[in-house]
């Protein structure tokens, strides 16, 4: 195998490491990095212990060992090993492991020095995993501080390399050509009005018509490769269909990679475990879905969701090199050329989509406190650290400093999530590890038990099963339960229901039915799932969620189990809360107090408080009347026209913010003892009053007065709610005399003056009285003097003495 690309920059490589402890190998799927550096490094002096090389996927890892292991003509276990989580093939010989990425990063936690290693290798790193970018963080900080002559080799196939040559203190980059072997590509297009295991099925009928060699098919999930399985047997019977994904046996998985034995043309349908890493032997066809299926952290649901998305171009090219890698080939794309350059450049790292509570949790006992000074390519979001941190005090996993707890490290200490981690030392406590443990595997491992939502038919079913997956992880199971019980306190506690050991894990997806059907459903966390009606489950009124997928809103549930109510009751009891609500009934314009007991957002029994809380009613009216504004107040014509008032005074004591903000202060005492805001209109007034100091009262009554003083002596109410502004009511004569028109408030508005005739007949409303002595007065004379010709109609109405009497006794008060 000295003809692959990597061979013509080894040497390279080679030397960088013994300069230095770090390099970046750039290289094209397909050139070998894989198989190739690893033995390799075997013969450098420096390198007396084993080599570890990641790989993302338990496939991929698997595949590798065992290719590196052929080549060197040995089995797997000897030279070389692997690791994975369902399967391990290692001996006191073994000098290459390769293992997954999280048990690379149980490994380091375990021992940071990694006593006995020389070199970690990444592979695939561009592909950004969590746990990839965790290791690589974890292993840069060992090498500065405890290993200096740790290697480290980050293997990329994208220019992304120069990223992390950066990360690693400006390394060295060694890049290869790699092979280029011609590849056609052709585009199909989309067909939407197919559903997509129907469009893959026609088009590899197309492949299979008209090109020559084994295809391999990219499709999103599992179920889609089997729905197109079923197809291609009715379609294309001749051909050898093989499944290619995670929940495949291992020997279905070597059928899958190696050419068959027999000869036979084969059909691959694979999830994007193929992408990288793999070679699968003949195939010169790609077929492509075009679609990626990747983890979400659906934060408001509080699970982590599969979504399917269109593939990157990254992803895509990845794809169609699995066609050119050993000849020429072909790829089919199943979308348009034009909308490729709309699809994103790459696929988003999992460090920014992913749950952080493992990240943040492995930090933790790692010492981190601060990760960000950390060798990350891309910092975890500070927010989403935060609130993963705050799951993992909610486990107690963390102290309110955000330290790790004993239990923190017991939790760390086992291979699943933290809150997985958390139920199975609970369940020690109680003698039921086993059970746990094959639980928190289930919902770990896809298809074990088969399918359906009831978790504990799943647990059944699969105690019966058969075959090498089966049996590796009732072994893993297993080897949990053994740990979680040197970890904890065995037995010291008595059993509880399945459905409440997973409830010790997800609390706030306790759930409870919304009707008789068993379609929807209520979680103790307040976010709502549905349930598929022909479900087993669907007949249970409580269920504990341990998986669903889809949006936050009606989120289907993939995986339960189901609760009696009297275990909700007896062994839940702790979680259940008695709360004393108050509700604002707007039709009636009351409180209304409810004694409730809830289990989270679960309402379990609602009945009325005799005894409310008389300070929680207060504020609870108070909060009524800032919500909804002083309108909600029986406010008489007074405390109105006081407001209005202030407000051309320009005093901010009782200007509507002020009030609203100061409740507590001046309405609050009116409320003691009630539930409804009917409070008397003349002690509100009086309240309203009492903010003001006598300064400001002063300032009230000179500023905006409640009553007009005519020249005549007479006072007029000023009404302050007129359309048009404060007006007045009075006979003009009563002005008579006066020049300047009147004003009131602070900046001075003109008075809106309403005159009326001698009767008490409207003349004319102004807000200009000069411009109406020296207007339209002269035709209000001409029409009043005939009917009120007894009173006095001058014509400088401005210069004459104010008076409402008639001529007569005007005249005969002036001579007197």
């Known amino acids: 195998m000295s003809d692959l690309p990597i061979h013509a920059v080894l040497p390279d490589l080679l030397a960088a490491l ?42 991929a890892a698997r595949a590798a060992a065992e290719r590196m292991a052929e080549l060197l003509g040995e089995e797997a ?62 292993a840069v900080e060992a090498q500065g ?57 026609s088009a590899i009928q197309t492949a299979w018509r008209d090109e020559s060699g084994d295809i391999l098919a990219f499709l999103p999930g599992v179920a889609q ?47 994007s475990i193929a992408e990288t890493s793999l070679t699968l032997d003949g195939v010169s066809v790609v077929v492509d879905a075009g679609l990626s299926r990747r983890a979400e952290f659906d934060k408001a649901a509080g699970v982590t969701r599969l979504v399917t998305t269109p593939a990157s171009q990254a992803s895509a090219a990845q794809r169609a090199g699995r066609a050119a890698r050993q000849g020429p080939g072909v790829a089919h794309r199943l979308w348009e050329e034009a909308a490729h350059a709309g699809r994103p450049a790459f696929d988003p790292p999992e460090v920014v989509t992913s749950d952080l509570a493992p990240l943040a949790l492995t930090l933790a006992q790692w010492g981190a406190g601060d990760p960000a000074g950390m060798a990350w390519l891309d910092a975890p979001p500070t927010a989403a650290m935060a609130a993963a941190r705050g799951a993992l005090q909610a486990l107690g996993a963390l102290d309110g400093e955000g330290r790790i707890t004993a239990h923190g490290r017991a939790m760390a200490r086992l291979p699943m999530e933290p809150a997985l981690a958390h139920m199975l030392l609970f369940a020690a406590e109680r003698g039921q590890a086993d059970e746990a443990a094959q639980l928190a595997l289930l919902l770990q491992e896809r298809g074990l038990g088969g399918r359906g939502e009831d978790l504990a038919r799943r647990l059944d079913r699969w105690a019966g099963e058969r075959g090498s997956r089966a049996e590796g992880s009732r072994k893993l199971a297993a080897r949990w339960a053994q740990m979680a019980g040197r970890l904890g306190a ?26 008789a059907s068993g379609e929807d459903w209520l979680a103790s966390g307040g976010c709502g799932y549905r349930l598929d009606p022909a479900s087993p489950l669907a007949t249970a009124k409580w269920l504990v969620i341990g998986d669903a997928q889809g949006e936050a ?106 009030l609203l903000g100061a409740l507590e202060d001046w309405l609050g005492p009116l409320l003691a003892g009630r539930r409804d805001l009917q409070i008397g209109a003349g002690r509100l007034h009086e309240a309203l009053l009492n903010r003001l100091d006598w300064n400001e009262r002063q300032a ?56 009326t005739s001698p009767g008490g007949k409207p003349i004319q409303t102004t807000g200009d009285l000069p411009g109406f002595w020296r207007g339209s007065w002269r035709d209000v004379v001409k029409d009043m003097k005939g009917r009120y010709p007894k009173h006095r109609w001058p014509d400088e109405p401005w210069a004459e003495d104010p008076s409402l009497k008639t001529k007569n006794a005007f005249n005969a008060q002036k001579r007197t």
């Open 553 to 658: 809103k009606g989120a289907r549930i993939t995986a339960a189990v189901a609760l009696e109510e009297e275990d909700v009751v007896r062994h839940l009891a702790h979680r259940i809360e008695e709360r004393h609500s108050l509700t604002w009934n707007a039709i009636e314009g009351r409180v209304e107090a409810r004694l409730e007991r809830k289990l989270g957002a679960i309402v379990l029994a609602r009945v009325p408080d005799p005894k409310p809380d008389a300070e929680a009613v207060v504020a609870k009216l108070i909060e009524v009347v800032r919500d909804g504004g002083l309108a909600l107040l029986p406010l008489g014509e007074a405390a109105k026209a006081l407001i209005v008032r202030a407000g051309y005074a320009g005093l901010e004591a009782l200007s509507e913010e002020a």
């Open 225 to 271: 490769i089997e729905r197109t399985a079923d197809l291609l047997a009715e379609r294309l019977p001749e051909a050898l269909v093989l499944p290619l994904h995670g929940q495949v046996e291992p020997a279905g998985q070597r059928a899958a990679i190696r050419r068959d034995p027999q000869g036979r043309r084969r059909v691959v349908l694979a999830t």
């Open 77 to 138: 276990g000897q030279t070389i090993g692997y690791v994975t989580r369902l399967d391990a093939r290692r001996s006191s010989r073994t000098r290459v492991i390769v293992m997954t990425e999280a048990i690379f990063v149980s490994t380091i936690l375990n021992d940071p020095e990694l006593p006995g290693v020389s070199a970690v290798l990444f592979d695939e790193a561009h592909e950004r995993h969590l746990d990839s970018d965790l290791g690589l963080a974890l």
């Open 145 to 201: 501080v405890l290993r200096e002559d740790l290697r480290i080799v980050v293997m990329s196939a994208t220019i992304d390399g120069s990223r992390f040559a950066a990360l690693l203190g400006d390394a060295p980059v060694v890049e290869s050509e790699g092979k280029a072997h011609p590849l056609t590509v052709k585009w199909l297009g989309a067909r939407p009005d197919l559903k997509i295991e129907s469009a893959m099925a």
């Open 18 to 59: 013994r300069e230095g402890p770090s390099a970046v190998l750039i290289a094209p799927p397909g050139a070998g990095k894989t198989t190739a550096v690893a033995p390799a490094l075997l013969g450098e002096k420096w390198c007396g212990g084993q080599v570890i090389v990641l790989s993302p996927r338990r496939v």
């Open 700 to 755: 009230l009554d000179k500023l905006a007065p409640a009553e007009f003083r005519s020249p005549a002596g007479t006072s007029h109410a000023i009404d302050y709610g007129h359309e048009g502004g404060p007006c007045v009511e009075l006979r003009v004569q009563a002005l008579f005399g006066l020049e300047r028109h009147p004003c009131v408030g602070h900046p001075p508005k003109p008075l809106l003056l309403s005159l």
């Open 490 to 515: 065995r037995g010291k506690a008595g059993e509880v229901p399945l459905g409440v050991l997973l409830a010790e894990a997800f609390p706030d997806r306790i759930a409870r039915a919304r009707g």
